[in-house]
């Protein structure tokens, strides 16, 4: 399962650790993922997201059916 938000679209990025002798290495930033039942009420049922934390305030605040149509999921996959 790849390592992406599916209503945001959140994905890895790439960045420099910057040691004291300013000796650069990549380094990944991995998006703060989490797996969570959220309650669809047209679907009268729970349903599993893998979404980010942002992701998970944006549902709190606009509905999850709103935000879902927005990111062109189908609720019913899950």
Avoid: Y
Wanted: contains cysteine.
């Amino acid at each position: 399962m790849a390592r992406k938000c599916i209503m945001t679209g959140k994905r890895p990025n790439v960045a420099n650790k910057v040691s004291h002798s300013n000796i650069k290495t990549k380094k990944r930033q991995l998006p703060n993922l989490q797996a969570k039942r959220v309650w669809w009420a047209a679907g009268e049922r729970f349903v599993t997201l893998r979404v980010s934390t942002r992701a998970l305030r944006t549902i709190d605040k606009k509905g999850l059916e709103v935000f879902a149509a927005e990111a062109g999921l189908d609720l019913s996959r899950f």
